[in-house]
């Protein structure tokens, strides 16, 4: 069984793969975290508890021999009794007061693993792959019940949490404060990982040892941000790629967020994450619910690369969906880089000529190619092709593209709106704004007021219409600014600070009306490349584009650190041209088709200037892409070695009966006079041999791991180089 309730003594035992995730009732009805990590057979831990009377800490009433909430470890603590850590919900009465004392009422366990109304969340396909447990405590006084939900994946060492509050009194409820999780541990002395970043910088991995007192991230932009990845992982001090321990927390959730880290006087701490509290209330009429969103918990005891894979795995199955969800994505080359705003019939026929010969899939129409858009001062909101561009319509290019054998793809920008535009002109009051205020632009640009019915399904309906109107196979959805003057002209007073989440709320209902509307479709999400790249927007698009930086040694970074959560599956890279249009740096062609084959691999540059050396070289690099897309989608990813610690980076793919391999290594500067280099391989088996395809040399997948392989000599900045394993029978 994977979840147990032992009655007697009060004790829900938790079983995810190899862990066991502990939660005890104390006889007032408190829940305390007894433990979370490596799965353990007497789960019995109350003598870990400390019951020391304590001065400053008040005592719990009816605790029998528990002392004080001021140092019990807690599931899901409230503020105002004797717990002085930051509380994981606020709820403020009718009376003004925000004390609130929710106790144990009941609990059901269950097969499989409910949906979260109206949110993303990870999902089975059979009820035997998970177990779920909800738990409900209730404050008499007030008559709010908080559901807590966990589920425990079997095959992965996984736990998710999500709560549901309920409105079951006769009084109004405003929520303050609604995290989807938060746990204690006693004894810390973990590092805090984390992926910090900015536009075109996304990801950067960040590691500290923390003291006492309070640490953060969070996103107050409307969207979950470049600056701060919705995770965070806490690592025991010695922990590495490979070993330690390792526990992540990963918040399925595309608005504003909130993750923290409270160390407190005894070395406890306190991990919580989930709405921004920031700028937040939400009102519970008698009768309402509140769904909070998901987060996911990976235990890992073999470092992050075990972290990561676990995580790689319950996104690849169990949160990515759809038709692409395992299948090949088509390689494209997408108009952007290529010539920008300055699209027209001329040029996609340049593009897709050049194209086809080279061998790609799909033409993507990016920006440009509505309304009035030559640059981006206008247009967002209309979406009608520009017939001087396309005499022939959106169809007419499709099909002529569906001609000669390619596929066609297009760029929109459903949420925004130019004050430039016919749309914003009838419906000034469609954007969020906050009256009498002035309206920031940001790229020139309004958010549309998607916490408004009305609009929602105005976007729905028109994009719908375009979606219909040619054969569409491809769809990139962008997002290009953050939300300022947040308030919406259709709610009430006491509802403005709802805005932001009923924002995501609003946007999550469009893309599930029409990515089901559209199951064929290829969608992949962009916010100016990562600003949106999170697990809320995978449960809708399988791939996003990870940045807009697409210079191969930036790429090598944001890549990498991308990898820490989201599997290379879901990570679209592309080749561009050189100079880099970002950096100015130049680099080979090799590496830049290196770097983007770790990923989705497309191509954006000005197809007509390359040179036939290096068409033939993106030729091979389709052709050799396409043997070895199943391991870069369905592959265990290890990394090797990393760009934020020295001049090389490594990581290489595996498929799951660990018959092939491929490995990649790049080497940014060339030094002189140095020894010859040795990788160390991972995630072989030992006693399997496997040939090097290029030269054929045999080896034992022992020695790969444990004495390495040598790098053959590169020459040069900016070089690369790919192995090629198979197991030999
Ligand atoms: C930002 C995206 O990240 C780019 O790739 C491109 O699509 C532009 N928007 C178009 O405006």
């Known amino acids: 069984m994977a979840i147990t309730y032992n009655e007697n003594k009060g004790l ?70 004797s717990d002085f850590r930051a509380p994981a919900f606020q709820v403020q009465l009718e009376n003004g007061s925000t004390i609130i004392c929710a106790k144990y009422v009941t609990y059901r366990i269950f097969s499989g693993k ?14 035997g792959e998970a177990e779920t447990l909800e738990v409900e405590l209730r404050d008499n006084i007030s008559g709010l019940s908080i559901f807590l939900v966990y589920s425990v994946f079997s095959e992965l060492d996984v736990v998710t949490r999500s709560v549901r509050f309920l409105n079951r009194g006769t009084d109004n409820l405003k929520l303050i404060r609604t995290l989807s999780m938060c746990i204690d541990f006693i004894n810390f002395s973990h590092d805090v990982l984390h992926l910090s970043g900015t536009w075109a910088k996304e990801s950067m991995i960040e590691r500290n040892s923390l003291k006492r007192g309070m640490f953060s991230i969070e996103s107050r932009r409307g969207i979950s941000s470049h600056q701060h990845n919705p995770f965070l992982a806490l690592l025991t001090e010695n922990a590495s790629e490979d070993n330690g321990e390792v526990f992540g927390f990963s918040l399925v959730y595309s608005g504003n967020f909130l993750a923290f880290v409270e160390i407190d006087q005894f070395n406890s701490a306190r991990i919580g994450m989930g709405i921004n509290p920031f700028d937040f209330s939400w009102l519970l009429k008698p009768g309402e619910k509140f769904q909070t969103p998901e987060v996911v918990m990976v235990y890992s005891d073999m470092g992050l690369g075990g972290m990561s894979r676990s995580y790689h795995c319950l996104y690849r199955k169990h949160l990515c969906r759809g038709y692409y969800r395992d299948k090949p994505r088509p390689i494209l080359v997408n108009s952007w880089e290529t010539a920008y705003f300055n699209v027209n019939e001329e040029t996609v026929q340049r593009i897709v000529q050049i194209g086809k010969h080279l061998g790609l899939d799909l033409f993507v129409l990016d920006d440009g190619w509505f309304g009035q858009r030559d640059d981006d001062t206008s247009s967002l909101g209309d979406w009608n092709v520009n017939t001087e561009k396309f005499p022939e319509g959106l169809s007419g290019v499709a099909e002529k593209i569906n001609k000669i054998g390619m596929q066609f793809g297009l760029w929109i920008e459903p949420e925004m709106v130019s004050p430039n535009s016919n749309l914003y002109r009838s419906h000034p009051d469609w954007c969020i704004h906050v009256p009498d205020r002035d309206r920031s632009l940001g790229r020139n640009q309004l958010v549309l007021d998607l916490s408004r019915e009305d609009v929602c399904d105005e976007i729905i309906k028109s994009i719908s219409k375009i979606l219909k109107s040619a054969p569409i196979s491809y769809v990139k ?11 919406s002209a259709l709610l009430p007073p006491e509802r403005q600070r709802e805005t932001a989440h009923r924002y995501i709320l609003g946007l999550y209902r469009i893309l599930e009306e029409i990515t089901s509307s559209f199951p064929n479709i290829l969608f992949e999400g962009c916010a100016g490349g990562g600003g949106r790249f999170d697990p809320g927007m995978l449960y809708f698009m399988p791939q996003i584009w990870t940045s807009d930086n697409t210079d191969a040694i930036e790429r090598l970074k944001i890549q990498y650190g991308t990898s820490i959560v989201y599997p290379p599956s879901t990570m679209a890279a592309h080749v561009t041209a050189v100079p880099n249009h970002q950096v100015y740096r130049i680099t080979p062609m090799e590496i830049r088709g290196n770097v983007a084959m770790s990923g989705i691999l497309g191509y954006e540059l000005a197809l007509w200037e390359l040179t036939s050396e290096e068409k033939s070289t993106i030729k091979k690099q389709i052709g ?12 265990d990813f290890f990394r090797l070695l990393s760009p934020f610690e020295g001049n090389e980076t490594a990581w290489m793919f595996i498929s799951s009966d660990k018959r092939e391999a491929v490995v990649f290594y790049f080497q940014v500067l060339a ?22 395809i290029d030269s054929g040399l045999a080896f034992g997948g022992d020695g790969l791991m444990y004495a390495g392989i040598k790098v053959p000599e590169l020459k040069g900045d900016f070089q690369s180089v790919v192995l090629q394993l198979r197991a030999i029978k």
Request: proline share 7%.
């Open 12 to 81: 829900f035992h938790l079983q995810a793969h190899n862990t066991s995730y502990l939660i005890q009732i104390t006889p007032s009805g408190h829940l305390i975290h007894l433990y979370w990590g490596k799965k353990i057979r007497s789960p019995d831990l109350r003598h870990l508890l400390d019951v020391k009377e304590r001065p400053f800490s008040p005592k719990i009433i009816n605790a029998e021999e528990l002392y004080s909430l001021d140092v019990l470890p807690q599931e899901y603590p409230s503020y105002g009794h």
């Open 671 to 692: 030094r002189a006079n140095t020894h010859a280099k040795i990788l160390y391989l991972r995630g072989l088996d030992p006693l399997k041999n496997y040939i090097e």
């Open 624 to 635: 050799f892409y396409r043997s070895i897309q199943h391991l870069i989608l369905n592959g």
């Open 477 to 487: 959805w962008d997002m290009n600014r953050y939300l300022t003057e947040i308030g």
């Open 114 to 127: 409910p949906k979260l109304e109206g949110l993303p969340a990870t999902h089975v396909e059979d009820s």
